[in-house]
Structures are given as C-alpha cells and as structure tokens.
C-alpha cells in the first residue's frame, strides 16, 4: 500500500448493514485495490448468517477512515457515499485513470 498523509484522499470500502449502521473497512490508495479488497471482502462474508446489505467503494481521507474507525454503529448521513468514475474512463492500479480507448 502506498503512504499517504493523513489529510490525502484513498479509498475505502464502506459496508452498509441490514440495522441501518455503516463502517468504512480496507483503505488503498488506488481506486482499483479498493474494488479488489471489496470482492474480496464480499466474499468472505457471502456465507455467514448476518451479511452486509451493500458494499460501495468511497473516496474518504486517511484521516477520516481513522476517526470513522472509532465510530461504532455509525448512522450519519454525511459519511461518504459511492466513489463512481466516469464512465469512460479505467482506473490503472496506480490510481491514474486511462481513458478506455487507449
């Protein structure tokens, strides 16, 4: 994972439960590690008897992942919703986005 300051952007992947409460899990850097931790995490999560309602892919700063990370049982409507690009345009795993011709 590459460093970054706690005031940079990443990307998490926020888990919305049944009870209404969200958490934001699995900060990268790059948009496409975020989507690979997702799949991942969905997954992992596909058989249990309690599983999420939803994943998304969120832009969130460091520091904000990291103060959500104390906030259990969140509800706030102000935390971050779907990271979603253009639709024309790839993110590489560097976190650059390509446009998809190319």
Do not use: I, N
Not at 30 to 35: I, K, L, M, S, T
Not at 73 to 86: G, I, K, Q
């Amino acid at each position: 994972m590459t460093q970054l300051h706690p005031w940079q952007a990443g990307y998490a992947v926020r888990r919305d439960w049944p009870d209404g409460t969200h958490e934001l899990v699995g900060f990268q850097a790059a948009p496409v590690e975020a989507a690979r931790f997702l799949q991942r995490d969905r997954w992992y999560w596909r058989r249990g008897p309690l599983r999420p309602r939803a994943w998304d892919v969120v832009l969130v700063s460091r520091r904000d992942f990291e103060l959500h990370a104390v906030r259990h049982d969140c509800r706030s409507p102000d935390c971050p919703r779907s990271f979603t690009p253009e639709p024309d345009r790839l993110p590489r795993s560097t976190g650059e986005f390509v446009e998809s011709g190319e």
